[in-house]
Nanobody, 112 residues
Framework: QVQLVESGGGLVQPGGSLRLSCAAS????????MGWYRQAPGKQREQVAV???????IVTDSVKGRFTISRDNAENKIYLQMNSLKPEDTAVYYC??????WGQGTQVTVSS
């Protein structure tokens, strides 16, 4: 069964914003560090941001100051607010519980 579902991707112009959401089942969300990864065409999947159950967050240097990860423990959801998007942010973005559960991904395309 599907346990992680991402949404919010799409096509946006450079400089624009998107907010990704990930809805998780309680069993794979509760008490787990949650994260966002991305994979661009021809590249390896890379970590974008992670957040602990208590809200401690780490974002990778390439998106620092532009992307913000957050979570709602009551709703079993995490979010990725992406601002000042660049063409190099184009990728499929995946949600994970850092314990082997992955969503199906949502495409983000930054292009004029």
């Amino acid at each position: 069964q599907v346990q992680l579902v991402e949404s919010g991707g799409g096509l946006v112009q450079p400089g624009g914003s998107l907010r990704l959401s990930c809805a998780a089942s309680k069993t794979i969300f509760s008490n787990n560090v949650m994260g966002w990864y991305r994979q661009a065409p021809g590249k390896q999947r890379e970590q974008v941001a992670v957040i602990s159950d208590g809200g401690y967050a780490i974002v990778t240097d390439s998106v620092k100051g532009r992307f913000t990860i957050s979570r709602d423990n009551a709703e079993n959801k995490i979010y990725l607010q992406m601002n000042s998007l660049k063409p190099e942010d184009t990728a499929v973005y995946y949600c994970t519980n850092m314990r082997g559960a992955w969503g199906q991904g949502t495409q983000v395309t930054v292009s004029s």
